[in-house]
Protein backbone atom coordinates (compact mmCIF):
# COMPACT_ATOMS: atom_id res chain seq x y z
CA UNK A 1 0.00 0.00 0.00
CA UNK A 2 1.24 3.50 -0.87
CA UNK A 3 0.26 6.47 0.79
CA UNK A 4 -1.50 7.54 -2.73
CA UNK A 5 -4.43 4.88 -1.19
CA UNK A 6 -4.88 7.31 1.52
CA UNK A 7 -8.05 9.72 2.21
CA UNK A 8 -7.26 13.25 2.88
CA UNK A 9 -6.30 15.19 3.97
CA UNK A 10 -3.87 13.24 6.29
CA UNK A 11 -0.76 13.66 7.75
CA UNK A 12 2.23 11.59 6.61
CA UNK A 13 5.52 11.43 8.24
CA UNK A 14 9.04 10.56 6.49
CA UNK A 15 10.12 8.06 9.67
CA UNK A 16 13.39 7.99 8.49
CA UNK A 17 13.93 11.69 8.09
CA UNK A 18 12.33 12.24 11.40
CA UNK A 19 15.03 9.64 13.02
CA UNK A 20 17.77 11.86 11.29
CA UNK A 21 16.73 14.76 12.84
CA UNK A 22 16.44 13.49 16.46
CA UNK A 23 19.90 11.89 15.45
CA UNK A 24 21.57 14.77 14.52
CA UNK A 25 20.10 17.10 17.21
CA UNK A 26 21.45 14.38 20.32
CA UNK A 27 25.03 13.91 18.60
CA UNK A 28 25.47 18.12 18.27
CA UNK A 29 24.33 18.03 22.36
CA UNK A 30 26.38 15.11 23.24
CA UNK A 31 29.45 16.80 21.49
CA UNK A 32 28.68 19.86 23.43
CA UNK A 33 27.87 18.24 26.86
CA UNK A 34 24.67 18.98 27.01
CA UNK A 35 21.83 17.34 28.29
CA UNK A 36 18.51 17.39 25.89
CA UNK A 37 15.48 16.96 26.80
CA UNK A 38 13.15 17.28 24.16
CA UNK A 39 9.32 18.82 23.88
CA UNK A 40 7.03 16.37 22.82
CA UNK A 41 4.12 18.92 21.65
CA UNK A 42 5.43 19.09 18.24
CA UNK A 43 5.08 15.29 17.47
CA UNK A 44 2.39 13.92 20.84
CA UNK A 45 3.55 10.55 20.21
CA UNK A 46 4.70 7.70 22.72
CA UNK A 47 6.59 6.21 20.18
CA UNK A 48 8.96 9.46 19.27
CA UNK A 49 9.21 9.80 22.77
CA UNK A 50 10.79 6.90 23.54
CA UNK A 51 13.15 7.26 20.71
CA UNK A 52 14.45 10.22 21.95
CA UNK A 53 15.03 8.58 25.09
CA UNK A 54 16.64 5.69 23.29
CA UNK A 55 19.34 8.22 21.88
CA UNK A 56 20.12 9.48 25.06
CA UNK A 57 17.99 12.12 25.86
CA UNK A 58 17.54 12.80 29.70
CA UNK A 59 13.61 12.91 29.81
CA UNK A 60 10.71 14.82 27.85
CA UNK A 61 8.98 17.93 28.49
CA UNK A 62 5.90 18.80 28.26
CA UNK A 63 4.08 21.85 28.16
CA UNK A 64 0.46 20.60 29.93
CA UNK A 65 -0.68 18.16 32.09
CA UNK A 66 -2.65 16.05 29.84
CA UNK A 67 0.34 16.08 27.38
CA UNK A 68 2.30 14.52 30.75
CA UNK A 69 -0.36 12.46 31.83
CA UNK A 70 -0.60 10.66 27.95
CA UNK A 71 3.51 10.20 28.24
CA UNK A 72 3.42 8.49 31.94
CA UNK A 73 0.87 6.41 30.70
CA UNK A 74 3.00 4.98 28.23
CA UNK A 75 6.20 4.47 30.77
CA UNK A 76 8.05 7.79 30.53
CA UNK A 77 9.94 8.07 33.74
CA UNK A 78 11.36 11.89 33.58
CA UNK A 79 8.92 14.67 32.80
CA UNK A 80 9.29 18.34 33.02
CA UNK A 81 6.33 20.36 32.82
CA UNK A 82 7.19 23.98 31.33
CA UNK A 83 4.31 25.68 32.26
CA UNK A 84 2.76 27.38 35.47
CA UNK A 85 -0.05 25.25 36.79
CA UNK A 86 -2.80 27.25 38.94
CA UNK A 87 -5.63 25.63 40.39
CA UNK A 88 -6.82 22.95 43.00
CA UNK A 89 -7.46 20.67 39.77
CA UNK A 90 -4.84 20.48 38.26
CA UNK A 91 -2.76 20.26 41.58
CA UNK A 92 -4.64 17.33 42.34
CA UNK A 93 -3.92 15.77 38.73
CA UNK A 94 -0.39 16.82 39.06
CA UNK A 95 0.35 15.19 42.81
CA UNK A 96 -1.17 11.55 40.91
CA UNK A 97 1.77 12.15 38.53
CA UNK A 98 4.29 13.11 40.83
CA UNK A 99 3.23 9.87 42.98
CA UNK A 100 4.21 7.41 39.71
CA UNK A 101 7.71 9.24 38.40
CA UNK A 102 9.98 12.33 38.33
CA UNK A 103 7.96 14.87 37.11
CA UNK A 104 9.30 18.81 37.65
CA UNK A 105 7.51 22.05 36.92
CA UNK A 106 8.27 25.72 36.90
CA UNK A 107 6.81 28.68 38.65
CA UNK A 108 7.50 32.56 38.19
CA UNK A 109 5.14 34.06 41.34
CA UNK A 110 4.76 33.53 44.75
CA UNK A 111 1.08 32.22 43.94
CA UNK A 112 2.37 29.20 42.09
CA UNK A 113 4.43 28.42 44.61
CA UNK A 114 1.79 28.64 47.62
CA UNK A 115 -0.07 26.88 45.47
CA UNK A 116 2.71 23.74 44.69
CA UNK A 117 3.43 24.04 48.53
CA UNK A 118 -0.15 23.95 50.16
CA UNK A 119 -0.44 20.67 47.77
CA UNK A 120 3.40 18.50 48.09
CA UNK A 121 3.75 18.75 51.79
CA UNK A 122 5.85 16.04 52.12
CA UNK A 123 9.69 16.73 52.78
CA UNK A 124 10.90 12.87 51.87
CA UNK A 125 9.74 13.24 48.44
CA UNK A 126 9.48 16.78 47.39
CA UNK A 127 8.31 18.34 43.88
CA UNK A 128 11.29 19.57 42.18
CA UNK A 129 10.64 23.14 41.19
CA UNK A 130 12.40 25.45 38.90
CA UNK A 131 11.98 28.93 38.45
CA UNK A 132 11.07 30.69 35.08
CA UNK A 133 13.22 33.28 33.79
CA UNK A 134 12.52 36.09 31.15
CA UNK A 135 16.16 36.65 29.71
CA UNK A 136 14.23 38.00 26.80
CA UNK A 137 11.64 36.55 25.21
CA UNK A 138 9.02 38.65 26.72
CA UNK A 139 6.78 35.76 27.46
CA UNK A 140 6.32 34.32 30.94
CA UNK A 141 8.91 34.73 33.88
CA UNK A 142 10.76 36.62 36.41
CA UNK A 143 12.54 39.92 35.60
CA UNK A 144 15.31 39.90 37.30
CA UNK A 145 18.12 37.68 38.42
CA UNK A 146 17.08 39.24 41.84
CA UNK A 147 13.39 38.19 41.48
CA UNK A 148 15.15 34.61 40.72
CA UNK A 149 16.76 34.27 43.58
CA UNK A 150 13.66 35.44 45.54
CA UNK A 151 11.24 33.25 44.43
CA UNK A 152 13.86 30.41 45.02
CA UNK A 153 14.76 31.05 48.61
CA UNK A 154 10.46 30.86 48.46
CA UNK A 155 10.50 27.29 47.60
CA UNK A 156 13.50 26.12 49.65
CA UNK A 157 11.45 27.33 52.39
CA UNK A 158 8.78 25.15 51.74
CA UNK A 159 9.58 21.48 53.10
CA UNK A 160 7.32 19.72 49.98
CA UNK A 161 9.77 21.53 47.42
CA UNK A 162 12.71 21.19 45.82
CA UNK A 163 14.49 24.04 44.26
CA UNK A 164 15.89 22.78 41.36
CA UNK A 165 17.21 25.68 39.28
CA UNK A 166 16.26 27.89 36.30
CA UNK A 167 14.14 27.56 33.03
CA UNK A 168 14.02 29.85 30.42
CA UNK A 169 12.20 30.33 27.02
CA UNK A 170 14.98 32.68 24.99
CA UNK A 171 14.53 35.44 22.73
CA UNK A 172 15.82 34.37 18.68
CA UNK A 173 19.70 34.62 18.46
CA UNK A 174 19.81 33.85 22.30
CA UNK A 175 21.09 36.90 23.08
CA UNK A 176 21.61 38.22 26.76
CA UNK A 177 20.72 34.62 27.66
CA UNK A 178 24.18 33.34 28.86
CA UNK A 179 24.64 36.74 30.58
CA UNK A 180 21.16 36.10 32.81
CA UNK A 181 21.87 32.87 33.55
CA UNK A 182 25.37 33.92 34.63
CA UNK A 183 24.83 36.18 36.62
CA UNK A 184 21.45 34.90 38.37
CA UNK A 185 23.86 31.29 39.05
CA UNK A 186 26.20 33.48 40.76
CA UNK A 187 23.19 35.24 43.52
CA UNK A 188 22.06 31.79 44.12
CA UNK A 189 25.09 30.09 44.68
CA UNK A 190 26.11 33.22 46.92
CA UNK A 191 22.50 31.86 49.00
CA UNK A 192 23.32 28.35 48.91
CA UNK A 193 21.23 27.73 46.46
CA UNK A 194 23.35 26.27 43.35
CA UNK A 195 21.24 25.41 40.96
CA UNK A 196 20.97 21.68 39.68
CA UNK A 197 19.20 22.60 36.28
CA UNK A 198 19.60 25.60 34.27
CA UNK A 199 17.49 24.99 31.27
CA UNK A 200 17.15 26.42 28.15
CA UNK A 201 15.24 26.04 25.16
CA UNK A 202 13.67 26.10 21.45
CA UNK A 203 14.36 24.64 18.16
CA UNK A 204 15.46 28.00 15.67
CA UNK A 205 18.95 28.17 17.73
CA UNK A 206 19.26 24.59 18.33
CA UNK A 207 22.60 24.74 16.90
CA UNK A 208 23.83 27.32 18.80
CA UNK A 209 22.69 25.90 22.04
CA UNK A 210 26.62 25.35 23.36
CA UNK A 211 27.30 29.71 23.04
CA UNK A 212 24.90 29.40 25.79
CA UNK A 213 27.69 27.79 27.78
CA UNK A 214 25.85 28.14 31.58
CA UNK A 215 22.98 26.20 30.09
CA UNK A 216 22.54 22.65 31.30
CA UNK A 217 20.11 21.37 29.16
CA UNK A 218 18.19 22.51 26.12
CA UNK A 219 14.60 21.54 25.15
CA UNK A 220 13.88 21.61 21.36
CA UNK A 221 10.80 20.36 20.01
CA UNK A 222 10.17 21.33 15.95
CA UNK A 223 13.49 19.65 15.36
CA UNK A 224 11.89 16.33 15.29
CA UNK A 225 9.64 17.53 11.66
CA UNK A 226 11.03 20.86 11.35
CA UNK A 227 8.74 23.19 8.97
CA UNK A 228 8.92 25.97 6.77
CA UNK A 229 9.27 28.12 9.63
CA UNK A 230 12.04 26.70 10.67
CA UNK A 231 13.68 26.19 7.02
CA UNK A 232 13.55 30.12 7.19
CA UNK A 233 15.13 29.80 10.70
CA UNK A 234 17.89 28.18 9.32
CA UNK A 235 17.74 25.11 11.31
CA UNK A 236 17.41 22.83 8.05
CA UNK A 237 16.11 22.84 4.75
CA UNK A 238 12.88 21.74 3.29
CA UNK A 239 14.37 18.42 2.21
CA UNK A 240 15.35 18.05 6.20
CA UNK A 241 11.02 18.51 6.68
CA UNK A 242 9.62 14.99 7.73
CA UNK A 243 5.79 15.88 7.87
CA UNK A 244 4.02 16.91 5.03
CA UNK A 245 0.02 17.52 5.18
CA UNK A 246 -1.73 14.99 2.35
CA UNK A 247 -4.63 16.73 0.24
CA UNK A 248 -6.37 16.22 -2.81
CA UNK A 249 -6.71 18.48 -6.07
CA UNK A 250 -11.11 19.14 -5.62
CA UNK A 251 -11.90 21.55 -8.15
CA UNK A 252 -9.90 23.66 -10.55
CA UNK A 253 -11.62 26.45 -11.97
CA UNK A 254 -9.73 28.37 -13.89
CA UNK A 255 -6.13 27.83 -15.36
CA UNK A 256 -4.66 29.80 -12.24
CA UNK A 257 -6.40 28.68 -9.79
CA UNK A 258 -7.15 24.91 -7.98
CA UNK A 259 -8.50 23.97 -4.96
CA UNK A 260 -7.10 21.22 -2.02
CA UNK A 261 -9.35 19.58 0.21
CA UNK A 262 -6.88 21.35 3.05
CA UNK A 263 -8.25 24.15 4.64
CA UNK A 264 -7.00 25.92 8.34
CA UNK A 265 -8.51 22.35 9.41
CA UNK A 266 -5.87 20.96 8.09
CA UNK A 267 -3.23 23.92 7.92
CA UNK A 268 -2.26 25.65 10.25
CA UNK A 269 -2.69 29.68 9.41
CA UNK A 270 0.27 30.96 10.95
CA UNK A 271 2.54 32.92 8.62
CA UNK A 272 6.23 32.43 8.22
CA UNK A 273 8.82 34.56 5.52
CA UNK A 274 7.77 32.15 2.69
CA UNK A 275 4.58 33.28 1.07
CA UNK A 276 1.40 31.45 1.77
CA UNK A 277 0.60 28.93 4.24
CA UNK A 278 2.43 26.06 2.77
CA UNK A 279 4.72 24.38 0.62
CA UNK A 280 3.70 22.12 -2.48
CA UNK A 281 6.12 19.88 -3.29
CA UNK A 282 5.11 18.56 -6.35
CA UNK A 283 4.36 22.53 -7.49
CA UNK A 284 6.53 24.41 -5.75
CA UNK A 285 5.79 27.71 -7.88
CA UNK A 286 1.89 27.71 -6.81
CA UNK A 287 1.09 29.58 -3.34
CA UNK A 288 -1.96 28.51 -1.05
CA UNK A 289 -3.07 31.86 -1.20
CA UNK A 290 -6.36 31.38 0.94
CA UNK A 291 -7.75 28.90 4.02
CA UNK A 292 -11.28 28.64 4.41
CA UNK A 293 -12.18 25.92 6.92
CA UNK A 294 -12.20 23.18 4.35
CA UNK A 295 -10.78 24.82 1.40
CA UNK A 296 -7.03 25.83 0.55
CA UNK A 297 -7.54 28.38 -2.47
CA UNK A 298 -4.18 27.95 -4.32
CA UNK A 299 -2.78 30.79 -7.01
CA UNK A 300 -0.90 28.54 -9.73
CA UNK A 301 0.03 31.17 -12.03
CA UNK A 302 3.18 30.42 -11.70
CA UNK A 303 3.30 26.55 -11.98
CA UNK A 304 5.00 24.62 -14.99
CA UNK A 305 2.60 22.27 -14.58
CA UNK A 306 -1.19 21.88 -15.09
CA UNK A 307 -3.57 19.96 -12.20
CA UNK A 308 -6.27 17.33 -12.28
CA UNK A 309 -8.74 17.03 -10.34
CA UNK A 310 -7.82 13.92 -7.84
CA UNK A 311 -4.44 14.52 -8.05
CA UNK A 312 -2.79 14.12 -4.78
CA UNK A 313 -0.60 16.49 -3.36
CA UNK A 314 2.12 16.89 -0.08
CA UNK A 315 2.35 20.28 1.51
CA UNK A 316 5.02 21.24 3.64
CA UNK A 317 3.04 22.95 6.66
CA UNK A 318 4.13 27.18 7.69
CA UNK A 319 4.15 25.67 11.37
CA UNK A 320 3.60 21.85 12.26
CA UNK A 321 3.02 22.18 15.68
CA UNK A 322 -0.48 23.06 15.51
CA UNK A 323 -0.67 20.59 12.74
CA UNK A 324 0.01 17.69 14.89
CA UNK A 325 -2.79 18.96 17.08
CA UNK A 326 -5.48 18.75 13.93
CA UNK A 327 -5.32 15.53 13.34
CA UNK A 328 -6.06 11.72 15.46
CA UNK A 329 -3.42 9.76 13.57
CA UNK A 330 -0.28 9.86 11.62
CA UNK A 331 0.45 7.71 8.54
CA UNK A 332 4.57 6.86 9.12
CA UNK A 333 5.87 5.93 5.42
CA UNK A 334 9.07 4.64 3.85
CA UNK A 335 9.55 6.54 0.57
CA UNK A 336 5.87 6.47 -1.10
CA UNK A 337 5.46 2.92 0.89
CA UNK A 338 2.72 3.32 3.69
CA UNK A 339 4.69 1.59 6.99
CA UNK A 340 2.44 2.54 9.46
CA UNK A 341 -0.73 4.03 10.97
CA UNK A 342 -0.78 5.74 14.48
CA UNK A 343 -2.73 7.14 16.72
CA UNK A 344 -1.60 10.77 17.93
CA UNK A 345 -2.03 9.99 21.02
CA UNK A 346 -1.19 13.64 23.14
CA UNK A 347 -3.78 14.98 20.25
CA UNK A 348 -5.81 17.76 22.01
CA UNK A 349 -4.44 17.60 25.38
CA UNK A 350 -4.58 21.07 26.44
CA UNK A 351 -5.61 21.63 29.64
Known amino acids: MTFDDLDTPCILVDAKRADSNLTKAQTYADKQGLKLRPHIKTHKLPLFAKRQLELGAVGITCQKLGEAEVMAGAGIPDILISYNIVGDAKLAR ?10 TVCADHEAHIQGYADA ?9 VLVECDTGSQ ?12 LAQRVAAAPGLRFDGLITYPPRGLVGVNDWFERAKHMLCQAGLPPRTLSNGGSPDLYHAHTVTHATEH ?3 TYIYLDRMQVGYGLGTLSDCALTVL ?29 GFGHIIEHPDAVIAVLNEEHGIVDASRCKSRVTIGDKIRIIPNHVCPVSNLFDSVHLIDGDALVETIIVAARGQVT
Open 94 to 103: LKKLHDRLTV
Open 120 to 128: FTDADHPLP
Open 139 to 150: RCGVQSPEDALA
Open 219 to 221: RPG
Open 247 to 275: ATVVSAPTADRFILDAGSKALTSDLCDAP
